[in-house]
């Protein structure tokens, strides 16, 4: 999966670039979270914290970079540990 993960990574990170994406170009989204009564701010990052964000903010979940970069890779046939 090393392969996967360095693809995961690099698309992360294209993902971000206005010379990419103009003014469509993605961020590191956070959600709050509660854990044992204390909220927390969790980043989006993996496939729970991407789901996380989609329960709690929605309309980000296009603009996160871990949210089109798992997109592309599943949609390439690549597993889902890759980022």
Known sequence: ???????????????????????????????PYVINGKEVTLAAYGTGPIAGLASVKPHLTLNNADTLAYFALGATGHGTSAV
């Open 1 to 31: 999966m090393k392969g996967d993960a360095a693809a995961g990574t690099l698309l992360h990170e294209l993902t971000h670039s206005e010379n990419i994406l103009g003014t469509a170009a993605t961020k590191d989204h956070t959600f």
